[in-house]
């Protein structure tokens, strides 16, 4: 029996042949050549001014709040039903995450939780597009303008998607994405961080060298007058990726063809509630997170479908229940879907076969 994985890149000849390419040009490290030409399609990509490339999702993320001026003593409202880079990152910075509840529809950030969650301490808010959905962002920058506040998107799984037309990436005063490997378009590992502003972008290009500008282009002996780090992405992984964007298009048209066979599949089955698609925004499917009914046993569920050859996980973490961040205030819609949440196998390389085997063996596990 083969099994088939959770999620799996679409990578071929193409993108051998661009690290060929930077391998010729004899310059392999990170923030050369094929990193700025990666920023500046990714930057078009997310209708942003900038963009940065970072070694991974989690970088860019704790690079946007140095740039943004977090610091110890701050707090950040942060969409709880996340992995947990997100939190962290916050911690990372000095600052304390206040975890604010999800919808129970798009399982992103719930606006009056956003609102209830902000005190005199609150600098900011970092909201999460789960599973490449974006969240209410008309609602999130009402909030963010009305107490003063800046607005970060957590865009992780989200290159491709859309809210009322306008691309993730561009929602926010600052945004992260990820190019892990199972991601939408990936190098294997790889972040970015996008913003109109391009203060901040700087700044965080600045941080993410040391504290210096990038060797490419420099021409002066560089000073090192502040700490910095070393979070940036190479330029073979830059390339992979620049191949990536071209082939974007093609890798969502999969995606949501393997979305829609599912929905059709599993309709009419009582103990599973599929994935919403909300009707003013463009899912680019990075997961696909079915809600198990309250009285199935999701882990024993996973069990027996790994059992059958079908990969899955759980959705994500509810973040408030993590020990790392001590005690926090209960985010009862999270913590269900924490515990109810199954991710089955969700990647452009799915063949038709596959799927219906993911169909047959969930409808095996999931009676109604």
């Not at 909030?143 to 037309?165: K, M, N, P, Q, V």
Request: hydrophobic share 45%; aromatic share 8%.
């Amino acid at each position: 029996m083969v099994t088939i994985p959770l999620g799996r890149p679409s990578v071929g000849e193409p993108e051998l042949a661009a690290v060929a390419e930077v391998f010729a040009s004899g310059w392999l490290a990170g923030a050369g050549p094929a990193c700025r030409r990666f920023e500046e399609r990714f930057a078009k990509l997310t209708g942003t001014a900038h963009a940065l490339a970072t070694s991974n999702c989690g970088s860019a993320l704790f690079l946007g709040l140095r740039a943004l001026g977090v610091r110890p003593g701050d707090e950040v409202v942060v969409a709880d039903y996340t992995f947990p880079a997100t939190g962290h990152a916050v911690l990372q910075a000095g600052a304390t995450p206040v975890f604010a509840d999800v919808r129970p529809d798009s399982f992103c950030a719930d606006p009056a939780a956003i609102e209830a969650a902000i005190s005199p301490r609150t600098v900011g808010i970092l909201v999460v597009d789960l599973a490449g959905q974006p969240g209410d962002f008309d609602e999130y920058r009402a909030i963010a303008d009305r107490h003063g506040l800046w607005l970060f998107e957590d865009a992780a799984c989200a290159a491709g998607a859309s809210y009322r037309t306008r691309p993730a990436g561009s929602l926010a005063d600052l945004a992260a994405f990820s190019f892990h490997g199972r991601k939408g378009i990936t190098a294997g590992e790889g972040g970015a961080l996008v913003s109109d502003d391009a203060e901040l972008i700087e700044r965080a290009r600045k941080l993410h060298t040391y504290g210096v500008r990038p060797a490419y282009g420099r021409q002066t002996v560089p000073v090192f007058d502040e700490l910095g780090y070393n979070f940036r992405l190479s330029d073979v992984q830059a390339a992979i990726l620049t191949v990536q964007l071209d082939r974007l298009p093609e890798i969502l048209a999969a995606r949501r063809l393997v979305a829609k066979r599912y929905a059709e599949g599993f309709a009419g089955l009582a103990g599973v509630r599929v994935p919403e698609e909300l009707p003013d925004r463009v899912h680019p499917w990075q997961s696909y997170l079915l809600l198990l009914a309250p009285g199935i046993d999701r882990d024993r569920a996973m069990d027996s479908l790994r059992a059958r050859g079908v990969q899955c996980t759980i959705g994500t973490y509810a973040s408030h229940l993590q020990p790392v961040y001590g005690g926090c205030a209960p985010c009862p819609v999270s913590a269900d879907a924490f515990r109810r949440h199954l991710a089955i196998p969700m990647h452009a390389e799915l063949t038709g076969e596959q799927v219906d085997r993911v169909i047959e063996a969930v409808r095996g596990e999931v009676h109604d």
